[in-house]
């Protein structure tokens, strides 16, 4: 193996890799909190005016959900107010993931909390107040419907999109191949997934893990108001509970989802490994061979490849492969590092 040379995309190139909606979902998360924090204070100052112990808890726990919205709005905040800071090596792209981690965590804690008190009351019935609980729980839910309105803008718009593109050049690219239909299902099989792949990798954690505590919040209003309605009409007072008991599976089984995909990220688990294979493909077709190959997110929207080439090819420098790589949307920051191989005589 003989010299090699390195470098980086670009010259002086920044690192800046925040999802293309931050300021949207910032402003969105923030408006959420004004809406919680609004909630909270009425339903506090409400039920200490008249008396409802229903409503001053309602009001508390309503603040729980404010907190982890705060979680996220503040992660937004620093990551775009920091987005330029070189203490921070590859940018303030994960700060989002790390939000979405934490707030998972609590997730995880709401989950065990509701299943506690569930099983108590399984155990040890009290006594509900339906006049007070399904009004509280119905205002609840209009709560939760309105926030997750707010936060939805920024969780699915991108997804949907991409996907209706590749559907629509898919059936393109193959309406005369009707005769081939096991061929069109498989290439349609193909897309779907890559379209998955494409949603993991630019998909921004912060905005899901706000989005999931409304919408965790929601499924649990919605299963106490059919609870509570059962429970008055027939007497069935252990549907309060079960519906507990299911909503805190259903909160567990999502904070799990979001764990795992943001601690992935954390870790640097590559969740696109196509582009792997893909930067791998492009050098070896053009007869170099790929020493050593490394692509990781570093931001929604934003992956990082260092790639180690040898090639005999002396005219062949990192900008050849810089160029080569741009085809690629989303590989925002690439190292070439270039190994010239020696000639068999």
């Known amino acids: 193996m003989g010299d090699f040379k390195n470098a980086a995309f670009g010259a002086g190139h920044d690192h800046i890799f925040l999802g293309a909606a931050h300021e949207a979902n910032e402003r969105r998360t923030w408006a959420v909190i004004a809406l919680c924090s609004a909630m909270m204070v009425a339903e ?23 907190g982890a919205m705060l979680i996220a709005a503040l992660a937004y ?79 699915h718009g991108h ?13 393109e690219h193959h309406g005369h191949e009707h005769g081939h239909h096991g061929h069109h299902e498989h290439h349609a099989r193909r897309h779907r997934h890559d379209d998955d792949v494409h949603a993991a990798a630019t998909r921004d954690h912060n ?6 505590h409304v919408i965790a919040d929601a499924a649990v209003s919605v299963l106490a108001i059919a609870g509570l309605v059962l429970a008055r009409a027939f007497g069935w007072v252990w549907m309060d509970p079960l519906a507990g008991v299911i909503g805190a599976l ?3 089984n999502w904070s799990y989802g979001l764990l795992r995909d943001t601690g992935g990220i954390l870790l640097d688990i590559s969740p696109d490994r196509r582009m792997a294979d893909d930067v791998r493909h492009l050098v070896e077709d053009n007869g170099d061979q ?14 990082s490849a260092v790639v180690s080439v040898a090639t005999s090819e002396a005219q062949r420098n990192p900008s050849f492969y810089h160029a080569a790589l741009k085809r690629f949307e989303g590989l925002s920051h690439v190292t070439v590092e270039v190994n010239l191989a020696r000639a068999a005589a």
Do not use: C
Not at 159 to 171: K, V
């Open 250 to 252: 259903v909160i567990a």
């Open 159 to 171: 997804s949907h999109g991409h996907r209706h593109g590749h559907e629509q050049d898919e059936h």
């Open 77 to 155: 905040t620093y990551a775009r107010k920091h987005a330029s800071d070189s203490r921070f090596v590859f940018g303030t792209g994960k700060l989002g993931d790390l939000a979405g981690f934490t707030s998972a965590i609590v997730l995880a804690m709401i989950a065990l909390l509701i299943g506690y008190e569930a099983v108590s009351r399984f155990l040890s019935p009290v006594p509900i107040d339906f006049g007070q609980a399904i009004p509280i729980a119905v205002l609840g839910l209009l709560v939760n419907i309105a926030s997750a309105w707010l936060l939805s803008g920024g969780h």
């Open 44 to 66: 506090i100052v409400g039920g200490s005016m008249f008396g409802s112990l229903a409503l001053v808890a309602d009001g508390l726990h309503m603040s729980t959900h404010a």
């Open 290 to 303: 790929v020493l050593d190959l490394h692509v990781w997110r570093v931001g929604p929207g934003h992956m």
């Open 207 to 212: 905005i899901r893990s706000a989005y999931l």
